[in-house]
């Protein structure tokens, strides 16, 4: 059974830069039909895809979020990280890190993190 | 980018009933359309993909049609462990999500 955990800080103060990392366990990062993914929930909202990252290091971001987003992976740990510059009260959710399968025809989010929240106060 | 336009927001409904939500595309996303129920507290589970096709392991009485920008996910007789917020999901082009559909009890 695959299993995702982030982790990664609670509170922030606006213009720190915030990272989290996702342990992946139960599969790999490397295998190459998943696309590891960053997803975020603000308070009573909805869900906002951050970006992904493939293996290969191929990423793609959420165009509003690309001048202050990186996701990075390290196969040696099983793991990949997000780094979100410039952080402001805005930025304030429940950050998910998800696993995107690429399907025969589709992709769709298979396993989920059980979801941190990010606080960013001054 | 692609929005994802879902309704009703909400909707009271008994145990036994039947329950259509709607998903919008702004642009032609083809049977890029998934489906996830979310729980207080949890992360979301996935109910459809491929617009029509059943997850393994969720119940019949879940479906999913449409193509092009205009989809639909029905609960043919709506349980108790069904009250949640359900959301759509294009994987067309990057990734975008509905705003979601509360289905409370009445």
């Known amino acids: 059974q695959v299993q995702l955990q982030e982790s990664g800080p609670g509170l922030m103060k606006p213009s720190e830069t915030l990272s989290l990392t996702c342990t992946v366990s139960?599969?790999?990062?490397?295998?190459?039909?998943?696309?590891w993914t960053w997803i975020r929930q603000s308070p009573g909202k909805g869900l906002e895809w951050i970006g992904f990252?493939?293996?290969?290091?191929?990423?793609n971001y959420k165009s509003s979020l690309k001048s202050r987003v990186t996701i990075s992976i390290d196969p040696s740990k099983n793991q990949f990280s997000l780094r979100l510059r410039a952080v402001t009260a805005a930025d304030t959710a429940v950050y998910y890190c998800?696993?995107?399968?690429?399907?025969?025809?589709?992709?769709?989010?298979?396993?989920w993190g059980q979801g941190t929240l990010v606080t960013v106060s001054a | 980018d692609i929005q994802m336009t879902q309704s009703p927001s909400s909707l009271s409904a008994s145990v036994g009933d039947r329950v259509t939500i709607t998903c919008r595309a702004s642009?032609?996303?083809?049977?890029?359309l998934n489906w996830y129920q979310q729980k207080p507290g949890k992360a979301p589970n996935l109910l459809i993909y491929?617009?029509?096709s059943l997850k393994r392991g969720v119940p019949s009485r879940f479906s999913g049609s449409g193509s092009g920008t205009d989809f639909t996910l029905t609960i043919s007789s709506l349980q108790p462990e069904d009250f949640a917020i359900y959301y759509c999901q294009q994987s067309y082009t990057d990734q975008s999500f509905g705003g979601g559909t509360k289905v409370e009890i009445k």
């Open positions: 990252i493939h293996y290969s290091g191929g990423t």
């Open positions: 998800a696993r995107e399968i690429q399907g025969y025809s589709t992709t769709w989010y298979d396993y």
């Open positions: 491929g617009a029509s």
């Open positions: 642009q032609t996303i083809i049977s890029h």
């Open positions: 139960g599969g790999s990062v490397s295998s190459g039909n998943y696309y």
